[in-house]
């Protein structure tokens, strides 16, 4: 899947994980929308494998939902589950958990994945970033809404801390499973404290230069 060169267990817990809750997100959106399935499984599908595609095109790999059989059919057996459910089991903040454990695991994937393809460990690092809030930001642009990313609570943040210790550990040559792990925890654990306790980083403010 997400992560194929550079396949594990854990990796590929990370990577079903992280493409079930991105596609589960886009389709209950839609569903939200009272839209078609069509449309819940396109949503689903781009929710799912946007960040990644974006991802695999700027570290010249193949797009990885091309070339492994199993992901279109995933984000569409998401959109099944949206479909044949009731939104209101969804609601509440579960989803907003959901969607930090899949944001935590697509970034260790695509930090990853890119220092598996040779690219530095900067540039691997925002891959990371890349890959865990891109499909959402195409999800909010295409229904017409507030992109998650602007949202007060920590999100962006919660992606880099997960990139910088995936990139990190690897680059020290620890352990990669228990580097991929650790991560994903430290990032998740950011990420649903920010949602459970409204954390953000301070707004830019510019003084009133004006005279007074």
């Not at 839209?35 to 960040?51: I, K, N, Y």
């Not at 695999?56 to 992901?71: G, K, Q, R, Y």
């Not at 040779?118 to 970033?129: D, E, F, H, Q, R």
């Amino acid at each position: 899947m997400n992560g194929a060169e550079v396949l594990t267990p854990v990796l590929d817990v990370l990577d079903i994980l992280g493409l079930a809750i991105f596609a589960l997100t886009g389709a209950l959106l839609a569903a939200k929308l009272r839209q078609t399935f069509v449309t819940m499984a396109f949503f689903a599908l781009v929710t799912g494998v946007g960040g990644g595609t974006v991802r695999d095109l700027l570290i010249d790999a193949p797009v990885f939902w091309m070339t492994d059989p199993w992901v279109a059919p995933v984000c569409l057996g998401t959109a099944l589950i949206a479909w044949f459910t009731p939104t209101r089991w969804w609601e509440g903040k579960f989803l907003d958990y959901a969607d930090g454990a899949g944001l935590a695991a697509y970034a260790v994937l695509g930090s990853a994945k890119a220092l598996s393809y040779g690219i530095p460990p900067v540039p691997a690092a925002l891959m990371g970033v890349i890959t865990g809030c891109v499909g959402g930001i195409i999800r909010d642009v295409v229904a017409g809404r507030p992109s998650i990313i602007m949202r007060p609570e920590l999100y962006v943040t919660a992606a880099a801390v997960t990139s910088v210790l995936t990139v990190g550990g690897m680059v020290l040559g620890l352990a990669n499973p228990l580097v991929w792990g650790a991560a994903w925890l430290a990032g998740f654990a950011l990420r649903s404290a920010a949602i459970r306790w409204q954390i953000a980083l301070p707004s830019y403010h510019e003084e009133d230069s004006a005279p007074r």
